[in-house]
């Protein structure tokens, strides 16, 4: 009997702990922990980049406990093993753990090696032999994944290593933008495993709407997301086998074991996840530092015309430097920026401050101001038979208050004698080497006596349009006044049509004004038409949105229609 009781008892006590454990464990109390990731930095002359790359990777939306980070940095000339180590003494409690190893007795360049841009075969074996020590480290801290991080990689999405774990692929990529076409993944290869073009490479890139998704693809590089938790993948590996004869690449060797073993390699464009500077190519008339430097420039101006700056957390701020300020061989810099317009400006400031620009700022003249009477003491008086060539109505007060702002700094360049000046919008977006281009421009043009040089337009008629020199042309009929030089005698010129006298949009008045424009009514107001205009072609500057873009915002088109003389807004 008593045997039958424990019994009884035992099996209760199994029942009872079975359930208590499956509604515990089952249940939202305890829920499972997150994978543990390993996010291995190889580091060499990266300062200008780490304070951005570390303030990214801290501002990750992931567990820091369940993760730890292992800097390798050797053959630097620069201060990066300082910023590694003032992360490390700031941030580095966060982490589960933080190494630096680095080799402070390595010299500057491989034996192989003229500058440090250029990738020589024996970096490229030292890096394959740290890349597969990271990954036997992170097997022997028993990591659930590893994440191979380049050091100038910028993660502006929080959730990316969230996002990533969530995809549970054995080795996903997040898609980085950078300049150009140039990205973190290789569409399709050759036999060798050579680059070869793609059908759908732009479409991914681009993340046109039908193809947002972890897409499989041959290669991957710059942040890989490893998942070490099969067996299969105790077999991936950065070494070369018996006999190999392909490129001597980490990222080459990487993706054709992992192809060898069956394991795919996916990139993800489910999200903006951040950005990636495309290498800079070695040119013996400026330093490996600058080309660094415009290479990451390029991309921090990218991310503020997109509205969101590179994470940049104060304490680290103290490790960027920034230009001098100049004109770059201009009398003035000019930009148009409405009041309430804060946000705006402060995008457009930082991005002089990092282009190193002295611009002095002009208040826009705001149509939500612009009354009858204001008018009427400007002497204001619209052309009777303006009508906006699209859209069959007559001018807005956006459009008035625009060409105002403008005027405004014509009278400023003659009154104080400005022989060269810039005049920017505050929506502009500075195409990569901008500095440099636009120099380049300048010595072009040296004799060719213009008055007026855009750098940035909307052409409407560009087959027609003649070369002047090799990188400017004599433009047609075109929109837009995002940025422009004007010199003394052009503005001269401008404020000598007595514009305010037939107003209509600025854009159509600078055609008018160098005789390009296809309405002859609008063109017999303005009988003097002589101003000799030039375009940058490339053009070097480009708007920040266009129509139907989100974020895209005009001040006007947005405002109301203004009726023919007497003055009359139809709306107020």
């Keep these: 009997m008593e045997g039958l009781y424990f019994s009884q008892f035992f099996v209760i006590v199994i029942i009872c702990v079975s359930y208590f454990s499956s509604c515990v464990v089952g249940s939202d109390f305890l829920p499972p922990k997150l994978p543990t990731i390993g996010i291995s930095v190889l580091v060499r002359n990266k300062a200008p980049a780490l304070p951005y790359f570390l303030s990214s990777l801290l501002e990750q939306n992931y567990p820091k406990s369940r993760l730890y980070i292992r800097f390798y940095c050797d053959h630097s000339s620069d201060n990066s093993l300082e910023i590694l180590q003032h992360f490390v003494e700031e941030f580095g409690f966060l982490y589960h753990a933080t190494y630096i190893v680095a080799d402070e007795t390595s010299p500057a360049l491989y034996e192989d090696e003229s500058t440090p841009v250029l990738w020589s075969p024996k970096r490229f074996e030292h890096v394959i032999e740290l890349r597969e020590e990271a990954l036997e480290f992170a097997r022997r801290q028993w990591a659930d994944y590893i994440f191979m991080l380049d050091a100038d990689v910028f993660l502006t999405e929080r959730e990316t290593l969230q996002l990533l774990v969530e995809q549970r692929l054995p080795i996903a990529a997040p898609m980085l933008q950078s300049e150009g076409a140039y990205s973190n993944f290789w569409c399709a290869v050759t036999e060798e495993f050579y680059y070869e073009r793609c059908d759908d490479y732009h479409s991914i890139l681009d993340r046109e709407k039908d193809f947002l998704d972890c897409h499989t693809v041959p290669m991957v590089h710059s942040a890989v997301l490893v998942s070490l938790a099969s067996e299969l993948s105790d077999q991936l590996s950065y070494t070369r086998g018996a006999g190999y004869s392909g490129p001597v690449d980490d990222t080459v060797l990487f993706a054709r074991k992992a192809a060898s073993l069956g394991i795919p390699m996916h990139v993800c464009n489910t999200h903006a996840f951040g950005y990636v500077p495309k ?232 055609p008018i004004m160098f005789d390009q424009h296809p309405n002859d009514t609008w063109k017999s107001h303005f009988p003097r038409r002589d101003l000799r205009a030039l375009s940058a072609s490339p053009l070097l500057l480009h708007p920040t949105h266009y129509t139907g873009m989100p974020g895209y915002l005009s001040d006007t088109e947005d405002s109301p229609v203004v009726s023919a003389d007497p003055l009359h807004r139809s709306d107020l």
């Design 279 to 510: 290498p800079p190519a070695s040119s013996s008339g400026l330093s490996a530092e600058l080309l660094e430097r415009d290479s990451l420039l390029n991309v921090k101006l990218q991310a503020i015309a997109r509205g969101a700056p590179l994470p940049l957390v104060p304490t680290l701020r103290r490790h960027v430097l920034y230009p001098p300020k100049d004109t770059l061989g201009c009398s003035k810099i000019f930009m148009i920026n409405l009041e309430r317009r804060t946000e705006r400006r402060q995008l457009m400031e930082l991005s002089f401050l990092e282009l190193g620009l002295d611009v002095e700022l002009v208040k826009a003249v705001d149509a939500r101001n612009l009354s009858d009477e204001i008018l009427r003491k400007l002497d204001v008086r619209l052309m009777p038979e303006y009508e906006d060539p699209y859209h069959k109505r007559p001018i807005k007060a956006g459009e008035i208050g625009c060409f105002l702002s403008h005027y405004n700094i014509w009278k400023e360049i003659v009154r104080s004698g400005h022989e060269l000046s810039m005049i920017l919008e505050d929506d502009v977006r500075f195409v990569p080497y901008f500095r440099l281009r636009l120099r380049g421009v300048l010595r072009e043009l040296s004799g060719h006596g213009y008055d007026l040089l855009y750098l940035g337009r909307k052409i409407l008629a560009d087959s027609g349009e003649r070369p002047v020199t090799a990188h400017t042309t004599r433009p047609l009929y075109s929109y837009w006044t995002l940025g422009y030089l004007l010199t003394l005698r052009g503005a001269r010129k401008l404020l000598g049509g007595n514009p305010l006298q037939n107003m209509l949009p600025v854009d159509e008045y600078l």
